[in-house]
């Protein structure tokens, strides 16, 4: 399991997205971890808006700031290399740098040299650390729920995230289990799944939720999607090794193409759940959906709340916006789930 130790405040770079989804790693750690959160520093032209300070790397600094975080989620995990630049400047200013990109910092020689020249670190989130091991599929005490969605960027990590903190709330022993690399700079601790070697990615995730007591609950962050055309092996392995108890599918109300897969629609809620649950019961026969997600951000306030009757009604399960109306019910639910 990968740790990782990162010096506060954070400068949180947005580079040029032109939207929170490009940001999303930013939008994530600011959103959960605002306090630990100086500025933002966006380049020229950028339209993604955190509503943080906005710092240049050596106002950021001056200010206190101590890690300067790339907050960008391209597809590729590339860093452009016109940034350098801009990452030496704020390794010069006194910051050590963070990245979830699958590019590594520590394989960019310029970036190397600088941070030998200045002291700072260079702190690439995204490389799996400890031995790799395959899946066993052997029952392991303790309780497990796993987000799973329709797609990318639905909402898996915050629904998870909303799930971990309403149960501490509620004085229920639970543990996040981050899978991400915007989950792992949010909690510290996690397992980058996407990049693993993929037979391993079950084992890797088996010892990222542990054997644990019976009343204890891991709240493991989902990836992909199952049908999705890229990215479905990662769910797969993930779900295999999650062994979970319990699913919640996330789901972005009225998306109907795959993001950034120009062709491939959405699939539906149905074909969603029933997949995951037959996949699921390979490792975990008594598999149950506990839950539905939706992300309901493109809809008005009276139309979210409709859908969201409307899906309840059709599954016959706690359905939620995790922003909107929060996700007590799913919490409610937790022991009296049911099949779809």
């Known amino acids: 399991m990968n740790k990782i130790e990162l010096k506060t405040p954070y400068l949180v770079f947005l580079g040029d997205a032109n939207d929170l989804l490009m940001a999303k790693v930013a939008k994530g750690v600011a959103h959960w971890r605002p306090e630990k959160c100086l500025a933002q520093f966006r380049l020229p032209g950028a339209k993604a808006d955190l509503g943080l300070a906005e710092m240049s790397p050596r106002e950021a600094a001056a200010c206190g700031a101590k890690t300067f975080i790339l907050g960008l989620a391209p597809v590729g995990g590339t860093l452009p290399m016109a940034w350098l630049d801009i990452l ?13 990109l699958h590019m590594r910092l520590n394989d960019i020689p310029e970036l190397v040299a600088a941070a030998e020249r200045t002291g700072q670190k260079l702190i690439d989130v995204r490389v799996p650390q400890g031995p790799m091991v395959c899946g066993t599929g052997l029952p392991r005490g303790g309780k497990r729920l796993l987000s799973v969605g329709t797609d990318c960027c639905v909402g898996k990590m915050f629904t998870t995230l909303a799930i971990h903190r309403e149960l501490e709330q509620r004085g229920v022993a639970a543990t996040f289990r981050a899978t991400g690399q915007t989950g792992i700079l949010i909690e510290g601790s996690g397992v980058p799944v996407d990049a693993v070697v993929s037979d391993f990615i079950s084992g890797m995730v088996e010892n990222l939720s542990p054997d644990n007591a019976p009343e204890h609950w891991d709240i493991i962050e989902g990836q992909g ?25 996330c789901h972005e109300a009225g998306r109907t193409q795959m993001d950034e897969m120009p062709g491939f629609s959405v699939p539906d809620l149905q074909t969603t759940i029933d997949i995951n649950l037959t996949m699921g019961r390979v490792t975990n026969p008594n598999i149950r959906l506990g839950g539905i997600a939706l992300n309901t951000v493109n809809l008005t306030q009276e139309a979210a709340l409709a859908e969201i009757a409307r899906v309840e009604k059709q599954f016959g399960v706690p359905v939620v916006d995790p922003v909107r109306t929060g996700v007590a019910k799913i919490v409610d639910g937790l022991t009296e789930v049911c099949y779809a």
């Not at 030496?88 to 979830?100: L, Q, R, V």
């Not at 999705?228 to 979970?244: E, M």
């Open 88 to 100: 030496i400047d704020a390794m010069e200013a006194g910051m050590d740098i963070a990245s979830g």
């Open 225 to 249: 999607s199952l049908l999705h055309p890229a990215y479905a092996g990662v769910s797969l392995g993930l779900l295999h090794g999650a062994q979970a108890d319990v699913i919640i599918v």
